[in-house]
């Protein structure tokens, strides 16, 4: 038996034309907006703020909201998280990072060692030691060293400042035995480690 060819059928293409916008979405939705009651209005933002953690932080940022400290420490470890995050399929790649929350994790710190926060900043110190130094030994270049550097300088000053020389020497031992790459902040730690 022979085998017959098939003609190959070409679909049909239709050609969308270019729509050119005349109304601008945002002026409906100020429209809209201008509206509603203010009781509505406040409303509506908070649950848009409770559905999106995005939205929330915006209009934290934007209200100038002071956290109390462990709202405070609850944020900043969520934003560990979020910068630390690797995706498994992507190791020994330039992948992706979440830069945003490495700067919303040094400003907590800042902010918790304010508070005099100085054990919960210390023990969040740790986590992101050990979950930054494991995202910078799954990436190709560590392209996130220094932002993680910059989050742990700020403790470690905070620290030394403190002036309690074995709490000191036992922290900077935990955070250089957390740093799977043996690098990140290692001079200022073993400083820490040796003037004590």
């Known amino acids: 038996m022979s085998k017959k060819k098939v003609p190959k059928r070409k679909l049909a293409t239709t050609r969308v034309p270019k729509l050119k916008l005349t109304v601008d979405r945002f002026e409906l ?17 908070v ?21 109390p400290a462990e709202l ?3 944020d900043i470890k969520s934003a560990i998280d979020r910068a630390t995050v ?43 030691m050990d979950q930054g130094s494991y995202q910078i030994e799954c990436s ?4 996130m060293t220094e932002e993680i550097a ?8 905070a620290v030394v400042a403190a002036n ?3 709490d000191a020497s036992a922290w900077a031992k935990q955070m ?13 730690l073993n400083a820490v480690l040796h003037n004590n």
């Open 176 to 188: 250089l035995a957390a740093d799977r790459v043996g690098f990140v902040c290692d001079r200022e």
């Open 47 to 67: 649950r848009l703020a409770r559905q999106r953690d995005d939205v929330r932080r915006e209009l934290e940022a934007a209200l100038s909201i002071e956290m």
């Open 150 to 157: 910059d989050c742990i300088r700020p403790v470690i000053k």
């Open 164 to 166: 309690s020389d074995t």
């Open 86 to 128: 690797v995706n498994e399929y992507q190791l020994n790649d330039n992948f992706d990072y979440d830069s945003y929350a490495y700067e919303e994790v040094e400003r907590g710190f800042q902010k918790l060692i304010e508070f005099g926060e100085l054990d919960a900043v210390k023990s969040l110190a740790l986590k992101l």
């Open 140 to 143: 190709d270049e560590g392209l």
């Open 72 to 74: 405070l420490i609850s």
């Open 29 to 45: 939705i100020d429209n809209a907006v201008g509206k509603l009651p203010k009781a509505d209005l406040v409303q509506l933002v």
